[in-house]
């Protein structure tokens, strides 16, 4: 039987709801009747919904509404995971823009524990520009309960939101119709601070070869004897290769080259393997500047000797 002699009806209620967002995309490729089919606006905005909760706030509806083809282009983009190389080209030729919207989920084991949307004002201002760039999705003292119940403590705590917990937190700018998922969906790094005894997660995409970081900190309070989990901070900043977060300017660079590039392969493990690498070489640039810094100290005090030994002496004479 072909498929056009299936009622339409039958194929969008039957058929194509149950498909998740890639296989729907590759069954309209089959042919033109069943791109149409596919192409229906209701199916991808139940999936983006789906995907990703927080899309469904009135605030990401508008953003999305604007792409080329709606919830499908922001799917596209969504899944896409951005590359790791920005050429010169991808970083300087992206028009500015005066507003970024996060829509950030965050799920343990599969279930939901924590879903935001967020806008940041990015207009180039001489303040934006030079200020260190930041966002954070909870205030300062803010405490989020979660309905789930974590298992676990000590190490194997640690190893089971390292293997279970995935983040998406893909930036929307409304401007040139892109969005960009900025988290490598598992964490690459799970350590308990000594200091709070708080967990604290990190989500990066790390791009080579200047090693820049997009880092996201997700910090958890775990109550383990009650098995509660609570959520004190989630954040995103862009880290150069010491460690410090980059202005406004220079971040609105690297995210919007993010944006533009070509997509490149991601895997849990790919991550976690370029995040070590920074982590390397952001050592070693700390190490080296200690090292340079001890050096000038030693020849300023040395020098400072010297000076006072040389008056000395000629007041002596």
């Known amino acids: 039987m072909a498929i056009t002699n299936i009622h339409e009806d039958i194929i969008k209620t039957h058929i194509l709801t149950k498909l998740d967002g890639q296989t729907l995309a590759a069954a309209g490729c089959t042919s033109s009747h069943l791109q149409s089919l596919c192409s229906d606006q209701t199916l991808w905005s139940n999936i983006c919904h789906s995907t990703w909760p927080s899309t469904a706030d009135p605030l990401i509806t508008k953003a999305i509404s604007t792409f080329s083809s709606g919830h499908r282009s922001f799917y596209s983009d969504a899944t896409s995971p951005p590359t790791h190389h920005l050429t010169p080209t991808t970083a300087t030729s992206s028009a500015p823009t005066t507003q970024l919207i996060s829509s950030v989920d965050l799920r343990y084991h599969d279930e939901l524990i924590f879903s935001k949307v967020e806008s940041t004002n990015t ?24 309905a789930v119940k974590i298992s676990g403590d000590g190490q194997v705590l640690l190893t089971d939101l390292e293997n279970n917990m995935t983040l998406s937190w893909v930036l929307i700018d409304p401007t040139r119709n892109r969005a960009v998922n900025v988290s490598s969906v598992k964490p690459v790094s799970v350590q308990r601070n000594w200091l709070t005894n708080n967990v604290e997660l990190t989500f990066a995409v790390v791009i080579v070869p200047d090693y820049v970081n997009c880092n ?39 995210l919007q080259g993010l944006a533009s590039g070509t997509p490149r392969s991601r895997g849990g493990g790919e991550e976690r393997e370029r995040y070590r690498e920074y982590i390397r070489r952001r050592r070693e640039r700390n190490e080296k500047t200690e090292r340079r810094e001890r050096w000038l100290d030693t020849a300023f005090v040395a020098g400072g000797v010297a000076i006072f030994m040389a008056f000395w002496s000629f007041a002596i004479c």
């Open 123 to 146: 207009t180039p201002s001489d303040w934006f520009q030079t200020s260190p760039f930041r966002v954070d999705l909870l205030e300062p003292n803010e405490i989020v309960l979660s």
């Open 216 to 254: 996201v900190q997700v910090t958890c309070g775990v109550n383990e004897g009650r098995g509660e989990f609570t959520m004190t901070g989630v954040s995103l900043t862009v880290l150069d290769v010491y460690g410090k977060c980059l202005s406004g300017k220079d971040s609105m660079v690297i």
